[in-house]
């Protein structure tokens, strides 16, 4: 009796389990715990260029590449930009600032009182497309977004989420001037990191080889001491050689300093 009744309440109980798993995970994780998804900003730039596309009615297209850069604060120099985009943007900024003043006294003169914009936060998309079909690849072009703080539908009060709104399409030559050096400098930046791993991890492969073979010549002390021995003639061999770069280097410099006073 007591077996027949355990196993009509696993009958009851396992599908009522089952459901209520498959509709929390169908739902999607809480607030309170779980994974929550969050999109890469290479998601977001490929959706986005994607509802450009979709809005001029352009189908079959392929995304090729594309580069996102935040657009510049107006009043504000970016140090990270090449020496010469920096001081192309000290002159704007003097510009915009005497613009500025022009404008307020001529509110103040109406008896209108300045407000001064926020500022907005802007990227630019550069990116380039081909047609599915025959592979041909498109003109590289450019677009404007910005990203706003809107107020969550339905959402806690003062609850906002960013959202990507394109402002149209740009000026492609006009844009990839100031993007493509940052583009460019971004690129050999990471260039430069990579080759520094792949330097330390070589040295670190050298170093555990070089700590295996001792290992296992200290298990044969006369092979241990030749192995020694060899390492201090090498190094020997190339304090040698740099003493007489140096020695070389100093008659140079010696040789030099006699055909200027000679001169003199």
């Given at each position: 009796m007591n077996n027949n009744f355990f196993m009509l309440l696993l009958i009851i109980v396992?599908?009522?389990?089952?459901?209520?798993?498959?509709?929390?995970r169908k739902n999607g994780?809480?607030?309170?715990?779980?994974?929550?998804?969050?999109?890469?900003?290479?998601?977001?730039?490929w959706k986005t260029i994607k509802d450009?596309?979709?809005?001029?009615?352009?189908?079959?297209?392929?995304?090729?590449?594309?580069?996102?850069?935040?657009?510049?604060?107006?009043?504000?120099?970016?140090?990270?930009l090449p020496k010469d985009l920096q001081k192309k943007q000290k002159l704007e900024i003097k510009e915009n600032k005497k613009l500025e003043q022009e404008k307020k006294k001529e509110l103040k003169k109406e008896g209108k009182t300045y407000?001064?914009?926020?500022?907005?936060?802007?990227?630019?998309?550069?990116?380039?497309?081909?047609?599915?079909?025959?592979?041909t690849e498109d003109k590289p072009r450019a677009i404007e977004c910005e990203v706003k703080n809107v107020r969550v539908p339905n959402g806690k009060k003062n609850q906002t989420e960013k959202k990507i709104v394109i402002l149209g399409e740009r000026d492609y030559e006009t844009e990839s001037k100031w993007i493509l050096p940052i583009k460019t400098a971004e690129e050999n930046k990471i260039k430069k990191e990579y080759a520094k791993q792949q330097?330390?991890?070589?040295?670190?492969?050298?170093?555990?080889?070089?700590?295996?073979?001792?290992?296992?010549?200290?298990?044969?002390?006369?092979?241990?001491?030749?192995y020694n021995q060899k390492?201090?003639?090498k190094e020997d061999k190339k304090l040698l050689k740099q003493q007489e770069k140096e020695k070389r280097e100093k008659v140079k410099w010696e040789k030099k300093e006699i055909v200027v006073k000679t001169k003199k």
């Open positions: 396992i599908p009522i389990g089952i459901w209520w798993w498959w509709k929390k994780p809480s607030n309170n715990g779980g994974a929550i998804q969050k999109r890469r900003e290479g998601d977001e730039v450009f596309l979709k809005s001029n009615n352009e189908k079959g297209k392929e995304i090729v590449e594309s580069y996102v850069a935040k657009r510049p604060d107006p009043n504000v120099v970016d140090r990270t407000q001064k914009e926020k500022p907005k936060e802007l990227y630019v998309v550069l990116f380039v497309t081909r047609t599915s079909k025959n592979n330097k330390f991890k070589k040295l670190n492969i050298i170093k555990t080889v070089k700590d295996k073979k001792i290992k296992n010549l200290e298990k044969d002390p006369e092979k241990l001491e030749i390492l201090k003639e």
